[in-house]
């Protein structure tokens, strides 16, 4: 491919909004822009990126006889509605109406949609199990799209939906599906854990979720130092001992205080003594990381919603901050110890626009004013009874937190869509039974851009060879210089003749100018035709680890390969 006619729109300053690195490289190396708020175009250096990961995906699933398909991203309501989701989905489903006034929605998921063309066709057990998926773009309204591709509200993911007559038939089927991630997220060059998780809305019950391991993710894993343990923060919550009721805060409840104009009238809805639970006021920037900010016992009003801070680390915010942020009095501020125990911020609750906290030593509670709730104050026992250094709960190890995005998700559903959607087979005895079922996705524009995380530099990309949109960068430097541009054009011949992805810069820049841009693309490796062509030597660097060599044009072929 010529560079010089290629639509790869390189960018120097990336918007202020682009707060995750994927998300600035992405922009900056001309792979994506944005058309709203979490909807993106991939350009095509990310689409060829994104093909040879799905490539990958299509060779395991096809390897363990998944059957690809793809179903309509269309959906009437009344699918939606039969399997109770229309309500449970609540504003993250799309929905929209057709020129009859007939509801429908935009696939957010496909569960519902699967079960009912599983249910027409497949009358036999004879025909299971069956294992069916399909590689197409989402819909969800996040209420926070944020991160580039890490969260949009249009993303690509692949779906499989699984059916069974056994328990047993099923739990394998999960397991294939397990083992096959695993391959996947290796071959994409991802470090990853499969943890285990809640299946919150899905129903069901067995599930793991996928973690590439990145400071920007969103969930918080808990796994052991001695053993293979591994589970999301719920899950290791949950399985830990319940602490002792505090007997300063008690168990907190959620309770709707809307005439509450003061945090004192908050805490004294909630049933709790405001002096203690009450000493901090917090703000949580949306952001890479939270910023804490902690002030006297004041006016909730006056807290201002800091989105745009931008901040990115967790700390004390310093006085001047404070002041500077909230219009406060210099002196009024300070640190809060709560009971000695300090006050932190929770991955979980990110995203809340303000948020008053205390603690004590059986844990930690927030009362949280959510936006558009006007002081409705909610109180959260916190999850996190489980901490870093516990033992682990399986007893074998302590406790270690890594922060981690979900790539994918493998579930076992059991009957949830089958029973409300009356999907049924007939069994040996003529019998009719409601399928087993399970399903499994992976985030695959997510999956780019979490590659992205992992791989990079100060300089850009360094992308795996795996999934590398082009495996050579290869750079003209004096396109002027006849020598040069003639051995360049012979070099790209060869190349592509050995069946070797290529991008040529052909482009009339200077030289300096193209080193930066491939750097900032990270192909694997790089390819400089310069001072040495009359010889016909060229200079190759390898993007991942640095390493120069020169090369004749006749070594060259053999080399790359
Ligand atoms: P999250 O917890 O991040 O909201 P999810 O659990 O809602 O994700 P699933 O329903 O399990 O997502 O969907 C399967 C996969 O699709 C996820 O593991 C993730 O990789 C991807 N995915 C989900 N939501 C998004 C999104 N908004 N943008 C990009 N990828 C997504
Ligand atoms: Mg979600
Ligand atoms: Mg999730
Ligand atoms: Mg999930």
């Known amino acids: 491919m010529r560079q010089s006619t290629y639509l790869v729109p390189t960018m120097r300053d990336v918007p202020a909004d682009a707060e995750a690195i994927s998300h600035q490289l992405m922009l900056r190396a001309g792979m994506m822009r944005q058309l709203a708020s979490g909807v993106y175009a991939y350009l095509p250096l990310a689409k060829k990126a994104m093909t040879k990961i799905e490539a990958i995906i299509r060779e395991e699933l096809d390897g363990i006889g998944a059957q690809e398909l793809t179903l309509p991203a269309l959906h009437p309501a009344e699918l939606w509605q039969e399997s109770g989701r229309w309500e449970d989905m609540g504003d993250e489903l799309i929905r929209l109406k057709d020129r009859h006034n007939r509801d429908f929605a935009l696939g957010a998921?496909?569960?519902?949609?699967?079960?009912?063309?599983?249910?027409?066709?497949?009358?036999?057990?004879k025909k299971l199990p069956l294992n069916v998926y399909q590689i197409q773009t989402k819909f969800r309204d996040e209420r926070r799209p944020r991160f580039g591709l890490l969260r949009g509200r249009e993303f690509i993911m692949k779906d499989a939906y699984s059916f069974h007559d056994s328990e047993e038939s099923l739990h394998e089927t999960y397991w294939a599906m397990h083992e096959a991630y695993s391959r996947i997220f290796s071959r994409v060059g991802l470090t990853f854990r499969p943890v285990?998780?809640?299946?919150?809305?899905?129903?069901?019950?067995?599930?793991?979720?996928?973690?590439?391991?990145?400071?920007?993710?969103?969930?918080?894993?808990?796994?052991?130092?001695g053993s293979d343990y591994a589970a999301n923060l719920e899950m290791a919550s949950s399985l830990?001992?319940?602490?002792p009721q505090s007997q300063e805060y008690g168990l907190l409840e959620?309770?709707?205080t809307p005439d509450a104009k003061t945090v004192n009238d908050a805490a004294a809805a909630l049933g709790v003594d405001?002096?203690?639970i009450l000493k901090a006021l917090v703000v949580f920037v949306d952001g890479e990381g939270s910023l804490l900010l902690l002030r006297g016992n004041d006016e909730l009003n006056e807290v201002k919603a800091l989105h745009e801070l931008g901040a990115k680390e967790m700390r004390m915010a310093t006085e001047e901050e404070v002041v500077d942020l909230f219009g406060a009095t210099p002196g009024s501020i300070g640190p809060v110890n709560v009971n000695n125990v300090p006050i932190y911020a929770d991955h979980r609750i990110h995203g809340m626009e303000t948020i008053a906290c205390g603690a004590n030593e059986t844990g930690y509670h927030y009362v949280h004013v959510g936006p558009g709730k006007d002081y409705?104050?909610?109180?959260?026992?916190?999850?996190?009874?489980?901490?870093?250094?516990?033992?682990?709960?399986?007893?074998?190890?302590t406790l270690q937190f890594a922060e981690g995005i979900e790539v994918g998700q493998v579930f076992k559903l059991g009957r949830k869509y089958s029973e409300s959607l009356q999907a049924k087979y007939l069994d040996q005895n003529g019998k009719a039974q409601t399928f087993l079922m399970g399903c499994y996705g992976i985030?695959?524009?997510?999956?780019?851009a979490a590659v992205i995380e992992q791989h990079h530099d100060e300089n850009g990309i360094v992308w795996p060879v795996s999934i590398a949109p082009f495996l050579v960068h290869l750079l003209a430097l004096n396109v002027k210089n006849e020598e040069q541009q003639a051995l360049a054009e012979a070099i790209y011949t060869d190349?592509?003749?050995?069946?070797?992805?290529?991008?040529?810069?052909?482009?009339?820049?200077?030289?300096?100018v193209k080193f930066k841009d491939a750097d900032l693309i990270g192909l694997p490796v790089r390819i400089a035709v310069g001072k040495r062509a009359g010889e016909g030597i060229v200079e190759v660097k390898v993007r991942k680890t640095g390493e120069q060599l020169e090369l004749s044009k006749e070594d060259l072929v053999q080399w790359v390969k």
Do not use: C, N, W
């Open 109 to 125: 998921t496909h569960e519902e949609v699967i079960t009912t063309i599983i249910k027409d066709g497949i009358t036999s057990y």
């Open 196 to 225: 285990i998780a809640d299946s919150g809305t899905m129903g069901g019950k067995d599930t793991h979720e996928f973690m590439a391991l990145a400071s920007v993710g969103e969930d918080t894993i808990a796994y052991s130092d």
């Open 240 to 243: 830990a001992p319940e602490p």
């Open 254 to 256: 959620k309770k709707a």
């Open 274 to 276: 405001p002096d203690h």
């Open 376 to 397: 409705q104050a909610t109180a959260y026992k916190d999850l996190r009874t489980v901490k870093e250094g516990d033992p682990s709960p399986d007893g074998q190890g």
């Open 443 to 448: 985030g695959i524009s997510r999956t780019i």
């Open 495 to 512: 190349l592509k003749q050995a069946g070797i992805d290529v991008l040529f810069d052909d482009r009339g820049e200077r030289a300096g």
